[in-house]
């Protein structure tokens, strides 16, 4: 079925992501490498944010808290929960620039014949392996998670798997993609951005005027699909050409700091998924339109994250389950920190082998699959058209 059409267009030479493929896996590295190391850091100290808010209630109250727990928060692998915020850029980003670049239509069939082929075959897998050994929660939590609506209930929110909530989101934003496209022919790509702004931030209202503090509501699509049109709408721009940070890099440096200190902020957790979102699509036109490096250190080390994004849905899979017990394992139980360190950087390393199996053998068997049995259903479909 044929939604929405659009004019062929050309996109300008240098925005052909064709040649900017590492760099989109480098940042998905950088996304992954966040998401692992805030999981590390919980498995070893456990919840260490800052969450007790002064009488006034506008900042963090630091006094009841050890210095070393207020510099960890500050660090850059304490800002880890950000990386589901890049992967949500980067997704939207990505699946909008899709639908531009082909410059004819978007078909509602193709659309979720890939991204079921892509999501649904490697995942399966990873709920197979964690329920039969972590058990499913119970019926309820099983067939939410078959049905990726496990992140919508609070019981089924972080069940089996803790990493498998933002999952459910991301298919909940395809849902809703052809939704996102409507609206930009109607009112164009800028409008429909400020209309879904515009709603996020009447969640936001109403869950801080009725105190809400259910997760599944802060993490709900409604709270958090802007996260993911601001990527699409960065798309569009990169697209035509259009760049949105043009400034010295100092100033990225100057917004990161910022909001590394906003995290004693009560700003931080009303706001802070919107403002990294608009600090990632920054790094994101910064670091597109930067020459490779010349450097063999700066080569090896961009292949080297490239690797990692390229299997950063399998790593995200399968890392985090058992996570602990595999540290502890490397590190023989003991709690000084650079066996720690070492015990982390050795997780890591198995979870990597594990993701490169996976990505060889369940996630390009499930796409190459998924391409041939649309191929048949697609000519079949329009031999029954024609006949």
Not at 24 to 30: E, K, N, S, T
Not at 125 to 138: A, P
Not at 243 to 268: D, E, M, Q
Request: some cysteine; aromatic content about 16%.
């Amino acid at each position: 079925m044929t939604l929405l059409r659009t004019q062929p267009t050309i996109a300008p030479p240098s925005t052909d992501l064709r040649q900017h493929s590492e760099k989109i896996d480098v940042l998905r590295g950088v996304a992954i490498l966040l998401v692992f190391t805030t999981h590390c850091l919980v498995a070893i100290f456990g919840m260490y944010d800052l969450l007790d808010f002064s009488p006034y209630g506008l900042w963090i109250n630091i006094s009841r808290f050890s210095p070393s727990r207020v510099v960890l928060n500050l660090t850059p692998w304490a800002m880890g929960a950000h990386g589901v915020t890049l992967f949500l850029v980067i997704s939207g980003f990505l699946i909008h620039w899709g639908f531009l670049k082909s410059g004819a239509s978007f078909r509602l069939s193709e659309f979720f014949n890939k991204r079921f082929w892509r999501i649904y075959p490697p995942y399966l897998v990873s709920l197979v392996v964690f329920s039969l050994s972590l058990g499913t929660g119970g019926l309820f939590s099983l067939l939410t998670h078959l049905t990726l609506t496990h992140n919508l209930f609070n019981p089924t929110l972080h069940s089996i798997n803790g990493s498998y909530w933002s999952l459910g989101l991301e298919v909940q934003f395809y849902l809703l993609y052809p939704v996102f496209l409507l609206l930009r022919r109607w009112l164009g790509v800028e409008r429909t951005t400020l209309a879904v702004a515009g709603c996020a931030v009447l969640a936001v209202v109403l869950l801080i005027s009725f105190q809400v503090r259910s997760p599944i509501l802060w993490l709900s699509p409604p709270a958090l699909w802007l996260n993911w049109v601001i990527g699409a709408w960065f798309a569009e721009r990169f697209f035509r050409g259009q760049r949105v940070f043009t400034r010295h890099p100092a100033y990225l440096v100057g917004f990161y700091v910022l909001l590394t200190l906003s995290k004693l902020t009560l700003i931080y957790w009303v706001l802070g998924r919107l403002l990294f979102s608009l600090f990632f699509v920054y790094v994101m036109d910064w670091y597109l339109h930067q020459k490779a490096p010349v450097t063999a250190t700066g080569r090896a080390l961009t292949r080297l994250t490239a690797r990692i994004g390229l299997y950063s849905y399998s790593i995200y899979l399968f890392h985090h389950p058992f996570l602990q017990q595999i540290i502890n394992f490397f590190s023989f139980g003991q709690k000084n920190k650079l066996v720690l360190c070492l015990a982390v950087v050795l997780t890591f390393g198995l979870m990597f082998v594990v993701a490169h199996f996976s990505y060889h053998w369940l996630e390009l068997p499930a796409i190459r699959l998924g391409k041939k049995l649309y191929a048949r259903w697609s000519g079949s479909h329009q031999v029954s058209k024609t006949s």
